[in-house]
């Protein structure tokens, strides 16, 4: 049984970083690749950053892409460094592990974790 747990959510000012963390149990042979996502209430949850176990490019959405960071190690953790916090950023944050091929355009997420809390102050 995987699973995940994320931390490193709190408050910030506008402006301001977070590091946040999702370890793992392990990585199971069923997961390539690991992502972040956010949801704010009421909406969908939409992806913030994907990355390939084996290397590669990240995913990022282009509103993202200037200010979030996806990074893992071989082992069991998955980071998200996020700068430059806007109050839009305000969400709950969840880390996932699955299977993606050919360049992003199939995802299978098998596991997610709790969540983790962001808030960001104007």
């Known amino acids: 049984q995987v699973q995940l747990v994320e931390s490193g959510g709190g408050s910030v000012q506008d402006g301001g970083s977070l590091k946040l963390s999702c370890v793992a149990s392990?990585?199971?042979?069923?997961?390539?690749?690991l992502g972040w996502f956010r949801q704010y209430p009421g909406k969908e949850r939409e992806k913030v950053a994907l990355?390939?176990?084996?290397?590669?490019?990240p995913y990022y959405p282009y509103s993202l892409k200037d200010r979030f960071t996806i990074s893992h190690d071989y082992k069991n953790t998955l980071w998200l460094q996020m700068n430059g916090l806007k109050f839009e950023d305000t969400a709950m944050y969840y880390c996932?592990?699955?299977?993606?091929?050919?360049?992003?355009?199939?995802?299978?997420?098998?596991?997610w974790g709790q969540g983790t809390q962001v808030t960001v102050s104007s």
């Open positions: 996932a592990a699955g299977w993606c091929v050919n360049s992003w355009s199939q995802l299978n997420w098998h596991y």
């Open positions: 392990e990585w199971p042979k069923n997961v390539n690749c």
């Open positions: 990355i390939y176990r084996g290397g590669g490019s």
